[in-house]
């Protein structure tokens, strides 16, 4: 607890109005692969309490389109459309499908994790399970030059999730933000341009 509330990016994150230190990772992912541009769909998966939509909102500054979903609740914010929601539940995944009626995504985020447990294997595997929802979700929903940015942490199943990711995507890239903890084993996959699916 100590050190979170002496942490830097919690600390600007206060000042700065953001929702949660998260938002200083996707910010400096953002801006050195200049994942944003006006007139965007975005979909935030696993979003409360909000720090990723928040920065995808401001980015598009009104041009374009947010929608976010979690299964806990989050407080509204300008320019983001929210459904709350297991996503590993068919329910939300066809009311998110509503919202974007048809239209493919641009840019899907993806900061899910599940409720840790304390148990690592199993803590492991629900996440990668999250992760590959969201690779799936990507690939069936995304433009044919989107981007798909997601947490995952080192460890079991990790490289057979890149391999997968690789076998997804034209270019995957790994990125580790200032903000992410060094001891965390987080780090974040950018998949961009879908190849041929069948």
């Known amino acids: 607890m100590q050190e979170h509330v002496n942490d830097f990016?919690?600390?600007?994150?206060?000042e700065q109005g953001y929702r949660s230190r998260a938002a200083f990772k996707l910010l400096e992912i953002a801006e050195r692969d200049k994942l944003f541009r006006?007139?965007?769909?975005?979909v935030d998966l696993g979003a409360a309490p909000g720090g990723w939509s928040q920065v995808a909102a401001q980015q598009l500054d009104g041009r374009g389109k947010v929608v976010a979903l979690d299964l806990l609740e989050m407080a509204a914010i300008p320019g983001v459309t929210f459904l709350q929601g297991d996503f590993t539940e068919a329910g939300p995944l066809q009311a998110l499908e509503a919202v974007l009626g048809g239209a493919k995504?641009?840019?899907v985020l993806s900061d899910m994790a599940p409720n840790m447990s304390g148990v690592n294997v199993?803590?492991?595997?629900?996440?990668f399970y999250l992760a590959e929802l969201a690779l799936d979700f990507a690939v069936h929903h995304m433009q044919p030059e989107g981007v798909f940015l997601v947490k995952i942490?080192?460890?079991?199943g990790f490289e057979e999730y890149v391999k997968a990711a690789r076998a997804a995507f034209k270019k995957v890239d790994m990125r580790k933000p200032k903000a992410s903890r060094d001891r965390s084993n987080e780090v974040y996959l950018l998949g961009r341009g879908l190849k041929q699916v069948d």
């Open 38 to 42: 006006p007139g965007m769909i975005i």
């Open 153 to 156: 942490f080192q460890g079991a």
């Open 122 to 127: 199993t803590d492991q595997a629900k996440s």
């Open 105 to 107: 995504v641009d840019l």
């Open 9 to 14: 990016y919690v600390k600007q994150a206060k």
